[in-house]
């Protein structure tokens, strides 16, 4: 049912879990971009309330300032909750949606997809350690079709390479997508809505890249985070224009310690963002 914030109705979830997708189901092709049609002026929202739960019952922010996620933690309850709410996302009308909440339904969807696929395999140390098929035809978790929308089953990477990167051409995409794994942008601890989705992806760019994940500095090497080069088109693909998009969410002080005569080396953290047990 598509909402309004003016007239908001609490819908009814019932514990549904979320449609399986059967071998036999006809796919249509991924080029049939139906996720480009919006209604510009329409004021219609989806009620992400139980997303919002989770987030706000399981993250747990450790010493250094990273957001973990208590998967161990996750009652079955809550796992029925979050089926329910990617249920209910996968048939919401995206076409009865504006712009600005469509983007916040695609990274909410990526976000949620992303802590199910891991609740799905856990106990894995990381998300890089699940795999799909047989050797020589494994396929990884970014890659795994998780989700049936309009006909088609969309991966991880479908919705933001194909979707979300070509849709918006926003280099903050990737700061609002959480990879499960340390050395990735934190998992926000609010859902993202069309109303506020430029402040929150402000705010998780400067997150990241003010943190020693995104970039570090030492006596001899500047130290930025792999992600600037695993999505070059959107960074740039040298270090050079890397560091022009990274300079403009730096604080001051940060800024004034970069010297372009040190090394530059990549790093990244594909520990998984586990913090099961951290409230005990």
């Known amino acids: ?31 049939e971009k139906w996720w480009q049609k919006y209604s510009a002026n329409s004021k219609q929202f989806v009620d992400h309330t139980p997303w919002g739960y989770l987030l706000e019952k399981y993250i747990l922010i450790d010493a250094d300032g990273n957001h973990l996620f208590a998967y161990g933690d996750v009652s079955r309850q809550d796992r029925e909750r979050l089926d329910v709410y990617i249920h209910n996302l996968s048939t919401f009308p995206l076409e ?10 695609w990274l909410n969807l990526y976000n949620a997809l992303m802590v199910r696929l891991v609740l799905s395999e856990y106990l894995v140390l990381s998300i890089n350690d699940i795999k799909f098929g047989l050797p020589p035809f494994t ?13 088609q089953v969309l991966s991880l990477n ?20 959480c990879d499960a794994a340390i050395g990735s942008p934190n998992i926000q601890r609010k859902p993202f809505t069309g109303d506020w989705v430029d402040r929150m992806l402000d705010g998780a760019a400067l997150d990241f890249i003010n943190h020693k994940k ?5 006596d001899k090497e500047l130290i930025l985070s792999r992600l600037f080069v695993r999505y070059q088109n959107q960074f740039g693909s040298n270090s050079s224009s890397q560091l022009s998009h990274i300079k403009y969410h730096l604080v001051s002080g940060v800024i004034n310690k970069i010297n372009v005569k040190l090394r530059v080396v990549y790093q990244f953290d594909w520990s998984l963002n586990d913090g099961t047990g951290m409230r005990n």
């Open 1 to 31: 049912m598509a909402l309004t914030r003016r007239n908001f109705i609490v819908a009814n979830f019932s514990l549904i879990c979320s449609a399986c997708v059967s071998n036999n189901i006809k796919i249509s092709k991924i080029d």
């Open 96 to 105: 009865t949606l504006n712009r600005k909440e469509q983007y916040a339904y």
């Open 139 to 151: 396929i990884n978790g970014f890659n795994k079709k998780l989700i049936y929308i309009k006909g």
């Open 158 to 177: 479908d919705i933001r390479l194909k979707i979300l990167v070509p849709l918006f051409g926003d280099p903050r995409i990737h700061y609002g997508l």
């Open 214 to 218: 995104g970039l570090d500095i030492n």
